[in-house]
């Protein structure tokens, strides 16, 4: 059984910042391209960053890029992202997620997540 279990979540002032972590099981996460996911209140699902199995690509959305950072501990079956320069815009609940297919876009592509953390930016 696939699990993803997001940790790291939280209530933080704008500017700051977080370090959220994704432990994988039930699949081969070393082989696996993964990504995070987000969602708003009220709104649809925004894909935030990918990281292939190897480590050395990486994608980034544009809302995100240049204050968040991917990465993975392929040793550990660990998922990472960095979040920096918090905005209260990237207030939503984070979502690890694992490739299911290879689809137009990267959200059709990681349909498999896990429950979630919640961050929340705001004074």
């Known amino acids: 059984e696939v699990q993803l279990l997001e940790s790291g979540g939280g209530l933080v002032q704008p500017g700051g910042s977080l370090r959220l972590s994704c432990v994988a099981s039930g699949f081969t996460f070393g082989s696996s391209d993964m990504s995070w996911v987000r969602q708003a209140p009220g709104k649809g699902p925004e894909w935030v960053s990918v990281i292939y199995s190897g480590g050395t690509f990486t994608r980034y959305a544009d809302s995100v890029k240049g204050r968040f950072t991917i990465s993975r501990d392929n040793a550990k079956n660990t998922l990472y992202l960095q979040m920096n320069s918090l905005k209260p815009e990237d207030t939503a609940v984070y979502y690890c997620?694992?490739?299911?297919?290879?689809?137009?876009?990267?959200?059709?592509?990681?349909?498999?997540w896990g429950q979630g953390t919640q961050v929340t930016v705001s004074l």
């Open positions: 997620a694992r490739r299911t297919s290879y689809a137009a876009s990267w959200l059709d592509s990681f349909r498999s």
